[in-house]
Every structure is written in structure tokens, then in C-alpha cells.
């Protein structure tokens, strides 16, 4: 899959191609740019901009916090994941974003870089409505350009059923059929409760829903707030 050409800064100790954390990363179409010094990853950043670091300090003699906040200092908001060996201590000091333990599936770690990488408009699937945006293969929201927010999984399914009906009254009985796989509406608790967290994402206040409003006795509608004149 064309990850739209992201670079990722690797740096590792040298290794079997075998281990090295570079062909997962590669495997998902990004693009690697390996080093097995700090220093020549330091020296590699003044003149490039990954989109993202991974610092390798379980296939290396040291932590990597000092070469961490180097390219922290550098790189400023690019995002970056420290990998350690089980058991060692956190590096906060590493001022890292994400801090990945050994072991660790290449799975793992390609979500974790996908939590961090912004979506890509050319590759992602996007809805748009109004103000929020709707990532839908990273399952991620957006309100009001205030940055992504990871979605789980039901999370998503619920929202992108709201924004295929939008504007349109959507029954409790339709998100049990459509979101949850059910036509048994006997207990709904579980509905409200993904209402009620949906909301935490996309309303200003939550408690005074004005985007995913209650329709009493009949469901929800997803609807632009009424805008105040003043």
C-alpha cells in the first residue's frame, strides 16, 4: 500500500536484515532512511525533515536520550518512537511520543506510527461535515482543525453510520442492525454509552450535545449546530 511517499528516520544498531525494524516499515510503503549512529542521523536532520523518527535503543549499547533530544531539538514537532528492551526504564528525558517495548510485532509498531502520522488527503478516504472530518481507513476525527483523534473501532463504525445519514433521522434499531450486527433492542445501554463517548470527540459540550442531538423517542440525528446571530 502507497503510504504517499511518508520518509521515516530509522535509527538502529546493525543487524540481519531479518530484525531490523526497517522492513516492516518498508513492507507498508514507506520510505526508510537507516542509520546506525546517532551522529549520523543528528548530521542527516540538519539537512532533511522526516515524518517521523524511530530510535532503536534495545539494538544499541545506549538509551538514545541524548540522541533523542538532539533530534528533538531539531526536529521540534516531528513525531518520534522510542523502542527499549523489556524491562528497561522509560527515557522520559528522550522527550519521545510514543515508547515501544521489546518485543514487539511489526504490527504494533505500524499502528503506533500510523497514530502519529497525520492522514494523508491524497491515500485516505475522507468525509467531510462542516467543521469535522472523517478519516475513515485511519479511523480518526478532526474538529474544527483542533488536530486527529484516534477513534476504536466501534467508535468509527458509529460515527461514519452517523455521516452516511446525515442531516436524517438514524433509529436506535438501525445502529443495533447496522453498527453492532443486532436487530435485539431490548437493552440499548450499550448504544448510549458509544453516544455518549462520540460526543466527547466531536461536541463542544458534550452534555449540550448541538451536533449529534437526541430525538426523543425516535433516535439521533448528526446535523450542523444553528448558528447564533448576534
Known sequence: MNRGN???LLIEGQREDKGSLAVP??????????????????????EQEP?????????MRSSGA?????????????????CRLSGDPIEPHALADIYLEQPFTGRKLLNRVRDLLPADPATEEVVRFGHLVFYRDKRAVDVGNKG??????????????FLRHAGELVSRRQLM???????????????????RWVREYIEEDP??????????????MLRMPPTTVS
Open 6 to 8: 511518508r520518509v521515516i
Open 25 to 46: 516499515l518498508t513492507k507498508s510503503g514507506f520510505e526508510v532512511v537507516s542509520f546506525h549512529t546517532g551522529r549520523e542521523a543528528v548530521a542527516w536532520s540538519q
Open 51 to 59: 515524518d517521523l523518527v524511530v530510535f532503536d535503543a534495545s539494538s
Open 66 to 82: 541524548r540522541i533523542c533530544r538532539r533530534l528533538r531539538g531539531i526536529l521540534e514537532d516531528t513525531p518520534m518512537i522510542h
Open 148 to 161: 486527529e483523534q484516534r477513534l476504536t473501532p466501534k467508535l468509527a463504525s458509529l460515527l461514519e453510520e
Open 177 to 195: 442492525r447496522d453498527v453492532w450486527h443486532t436487530d435485539y433492542v431490548g437493552d440499548t445501554r450499550t448504544l448510549d454509552v458509544h453516544i
Open 207 to 220: 452534555s449540550n450535545p448541538q451536533i449529534l442531538v437526541t430525538v426523543r423517542g425516535k433516535g439521533f
